[in-house]
């Protein structure tokens, strides 16, 4: 399938971490959405690592080759005291070696882009109810318009004032992803296991964006189990689940 000239570019922006805010907000979006701009990336990702793991072979060859060369130039002295040509190309031999092996392994394995590719913020679902008092209610109100555009650094404040009166639910769950984004990961991580623990309703919510958190950190292991936790199961965020656990090592 073609794919426009901005799609293409936009997927290289992203692989060049040369998004600005705007941009990674439309990245992450068209990822959860649109399943031939995934693919897209998909593609790129799997190009990209094909590029530069050929260049490091190449580089590698290169290194080798110049080390045999030197061997045949200079056997007496490279059997007895090596030049300090030798000692470079042998020691960068050693170094691309390493390069290669670890670019392979973190390119199987980069819970961040998965996180970025996966996280898309909760919408707000939850209407301002009336409340006995009127500052309470306009405090409500501000921190869902705070939320709905993207002032998170107010939203997250106003949440946490809110729920020292009232526990609820919807706004733990905003509280958590509004300290998600603004990259608070273990307050996030306190405020999705409180909703999981502590509430009888969004704990499937809870649990997904959790095992972001996971993800975020880089503890890969309690991510997956949640993952798999969810992907046994027939709710919405199932399938989700198990294409996730998929791609997390």
Request: aromatic letters at 10%; charged letters at 30%; proline letters at 2%.
């Amino acid at each position: 399938m073609n794919h426009s000239e901005a799609d293409i570019a936009l997927v290289e922006k992203y692989f060049d971490s040369e998004l600005n805010d705007a941009e990674l907000k439309n990245f992450t979006m068209r990822m959860e959405s649109d399943e031939n701009f995934k693919s897209l990336v998909e593609q790129e990702k799997v190009l990209i690592a094909a590029v530069r793991y050929e260049g490091a072979v190449s580089s590698l060859k290169y290194l080798e080759d110049l080390e045999v060369k030197l061997e045949k130039e200079t056997p007496l002295r490279l059997s007895s005291a090596p030049t300090k040509w030798y000692y470079y190309a042998a020691a960068a031999v050693v170094g691309i070696t390493v390069v290669v092996a670890v670019f392979m392994n973190n390119f199987r394995n980069q819970p961040d882009e998965l996180f970025q590719a996966y996280f898309t913020p909760y919408p707000n679902m939850f209407e301002p109810t009336t409340r006995s008092s009127e500052s309470t209610d306009s405090k409500r109100k501000d921190a869902f318009q705070a939320y709905e555009q993207g002032d998170y650094q107010k939203a997250a404040t106003l949440f946490e004032d809110l729920l020292k009166d009232n526990k609820e639910a919807g706004i733990v769950l905003l509280l958590g992803n509004s300290n998600l984004i603004l990259g608070n990961v273990e307050e996030a991580k306190a405020n999705f296991i409180a909703l999981d623990k502590d509430f009888d309703e969004l704990d499937m919510q809870a649990k997904w964006y959790l095992s972001l958190c996971y993800l975020k950190s880089g503890e890969t292991e309690k991510a997956r189990a949640i993952l798999k936790e969810l992907g046994d199961t027939e709710i919405s965020y199932a399938t989700k689940a198990r294409e996730l656990l998929d791609k997390v090592k």
